[in-house]
């Protein structure tokens, strides 16, 4: 049976680096998808069984997002997140919301591609080794445990665009004291003392790719 691998990247030298290794492997078809719209085109016309997404292949997007249109598009497909950051809660987070596997950009790809494929199809997680490294420390320690979950990305995209609490409550139909929980509790999430240090980690751990 022919296993469908579904690349989304907007790295050129990732793409042809994964490219080359799968298309070595048995039985796989490779394509490409070129922005984030074409990504959920061809993830609903054809049904992958992986979905190697880059949590840098659309400005425009954010990795959260993507994921959630990947998942509603196809709910069988295994994604797989190529990723800058090693934050162990930001790589828990991405499980959380339904990814399979995850690779340290950092970590060898010709060593991990293909046994994360591998694993993720026999309906297993992987995670590269340096990211594995770090999720652990993560899941051992005490503290930084809330998830970010829609709501929570929902406003942090709406401070990173200049919106105050207020404005915030309005757009999301949320109560202000509610917004100021979230808020509160994603500062702490990211180790942040305000709202600027909040945006700016966050873009920092590549959790979130703020417009402009």
Known sequence: MTTHILIADGSSLTVVGAETLLKGRADTLVTKAENADDLITQTAAHQPAIVLLGDRFDPLFDTAVLIER?????PAARIIVIGASIDGLVIRDLFM???????AAGDDLPACLLTAVDTVLRERPYLSPTANAEYLVTMQASHRQWQLDPEARAVLRLLASGCTAREIAGRLNLKLRRVYWVTEKMRARFGATTNEHLISRAAAEGFANFPG
């Open 70 to 74: 990947v998942i509603r598009a196809a």
């Open 97 to 103: 919301m339904g990814i399979c596997g995850y690779l």
